[in-house]
């Protein structure tokens, strides 16, 4: 590991590319995220009535029951399923045909950070290139996600698990 030197010589205390690499691990942090948490409503929608727990979730997920837990609590705030403590298990809030993936990434993304993130330009008296390349990328990768975002809600939780028990 290295410190960066600001141009009067003082440390910055930085690795390079800091910010870059958080928004790497956010990024593939939403879409864990966001699989795991299909992972979950697929599992409730096979077993439905409740019967799901968290450990059984974990177990046909490969993770721990908190992080189930977790992402559970998420999904019921955007009111995709219900959960009850204790032996009650978790069940859909609603039939899976009425869920679509658009509503599981909303559910799992954090507002304000993009699915594609894009470097910030120069910092201080860039070239005009320098200086253009963020907005006009900004504007392509946000029309991407926006395309993203339009097939996910073409599919339903239902159309997924009809694939599942068809393999």
Do not use: Y
């Amino acid at each position: 590991m290295f410190a960066l030197r600001s141009r009067n010589g003082q440390a910055s205390g930085k690795q390079p590319g800091t910010s870059a690499r958080i928004a790497r691990v956010g990024l593939t942090m939403v879409a864990t995220r966001f699989a795991v948490a299909i992972h979950i409503l697929l599992l409730l929608a096979t077993e439905p009535g409740g019967q799901a727990t968290s450990g059984r979730i974990a177990g046909s997920v490969g993770t721990n029951p908190v992080v189930i837990r977790r992402l559970a609590g998420q999904l019921a705030r955007a009111g995709l399923l219900r959960v009850r403590r204790g032996p009650g298990g978790a069940e859909l809030a609603r039939p899976p045909e009425e869920i679509t993936l658009a509503e599981v990434w909303m559910a799992m993304r954090r507002p304000g950070l993009p699915l594609l993130p894009n470097h910030p330009g120069p910092r201080m008296n860039g070239d005009a290139l320098g200086r253009a390349v963020p907005g006009l990328l900004r504007g392509v990768l946000d029309d991407a996600e926006r395309a993203m975002e339009d097939h996910l809600s073409g599919v339903t939780l239902r159309e997924l698990h009809a694939r599942v028990v068809e393999a």
